[in-house]
């Protein structure tokens, strides 16, 4: 028997950064996100004898090791098995020693949620081979613990909630880890439309995301007023794009993520830089309204506005910049875990 999971990586498209502690349990955050069709993926095979295999396909890295209580966190798959770590410490060893297989549909560093969307699929992967009562919040929450409390890597929120439900989610975040999901009704043909218009582009860079939300948490801290202020008007324009969205208002949308992105170079430094800044300056000359760097910052993918059919000339603009444009859909459902023999 093999237990496989798989759930959809996010863009954000407003919000971005008010999930992170301390600031959401300050003043409270607000997220706009979509899953898309890019995913990560998790299968579990039980092995005889008591040895766990961890095989990170996409990284062309395995690791074999005596299936103990605690496997050893020391930067190698340290998320499979801080999972592991987690699952065995809350719901008791595993049935068998196992192959536990991932693979991502996008390099880590890219800014659309990868390594929480993995954590979220092996999660599901262990929940359906141990047939786990979870239901959506415990398995984000439980992603999100492994993440940001086990493995103490810096993050905020919203991609753990993003890849277990799937959709387009308006997501509201309160002290003491409370979170609530609003699944948005948005007419298909206002999201065709997004679709459409709204292209995602690959720098050909990543970058290491917990230290530009460390430097973010830190001017929390430090009750730097300019990045509180910015992450404050971050949260209005979450809500304005869930009105543009709900209500048809795409051509709106261009202008916030514009607006958006402003604010969220004002966050900490690093955000952006002059490559970026070039690409998007480039963008704009070339017809787009507005975008913004998906996630953190610092590097991975770009998003663009381009109404009409401004999209053809914008890629033509971008295609000196050497990234490259990812094909993708939004996607309704989240995490998915099967059983086949």
Not at 142 to 166: C, H, N, P, S, W
Request: contains cysteine; neutral net charge.
């Amino acid at each position: 028997m093999i237990y496989r999971s798989k759930a959809p990586l996010r863009i954000g498209l407003a919000g971005g950064g008010t999930d992170v502690s301390p600031y959401c349990d300050l003043y409270g955050g607000a997220i706009l996100n979509a899953t898309i069709s890019l995913y990560a993926y998790a299968s579990i095979e039980p092995l005889p004898g008591d040895k766990v295999v961890i095989d990170a396909i996409d990284r062309a890295e395995v690791i074999t090791l005596d299936k103990t209580e605690v496997l050893p966190v020391n930067g190698q798959l340290d998320l499979a098995k801080g999972v592991y770590n987690y699952i065995v410490r809350k719901f008791g060893p595993v049935p068998a020693g196992f192959r536990l297989s991932t693979y991502v549909d996008a390099p880590p560093g890219s800014g659309l949620g990868s390594s929480s969307t993995l954590t979220v699929a092996i999660v599901g992967a262990f929940a359906e081979w141990m047939k786990l009562p979870l239901g959506e919040y415990d398995v984000a929450q439980i992603a999100y613990d492994v993440e940001r409390v086990d493995l103490a890597m810096a993050g905020g929120k919203q991609d753990q909630y993003a890849a277990t439900f799937g959709g387009v989610n308006y997501m509201e975040f309160f002290e003491g880890n409370k979170v609530i999901v609003n699944p948005l009704r948005i007419k298909p043909e206002y999201l065709y439309e997004l679709e459409n218009n709204l292209l995602l582009y690959f720098t050909a860079t990543s970058r290491l995301s917990s230290t530009i939300i460390a430097a973010q948490s830190q001017n929390v801290v430090e009750k730097k007023q300019s990045s509180i202020d910015a992450m404050h008007n971050l949260k209005v324009q979450a809500q304005m794009m869930k009105e543009a969205l709900l209500k048809g208002h795409i051509h709106e949308i261009g202008s916030i993520l514009d607006a958006g992105f402003r604010y969220k170079k004002q966050m900490a430094k690093d955000i952006s830089n002059d490559s970026l800044d070039e690409i998007y300056a480039a963008a704009l000359k070339a017809g787009a309204t507005g975008g913004k760097i998906s996630g953190a910052g610092g590097g991975g993918f770009m998003m663009f506005y381009c109404p009409g059919n401004t999209r053809h000339h914008v890629k033509s603009a971008l295609a000196a910049f050497g990234g490259s444009f990812s094909p993708y859909q939004f996607t309704e459902k989240g995490l998915f875990t099967w059983k086949i023999h």
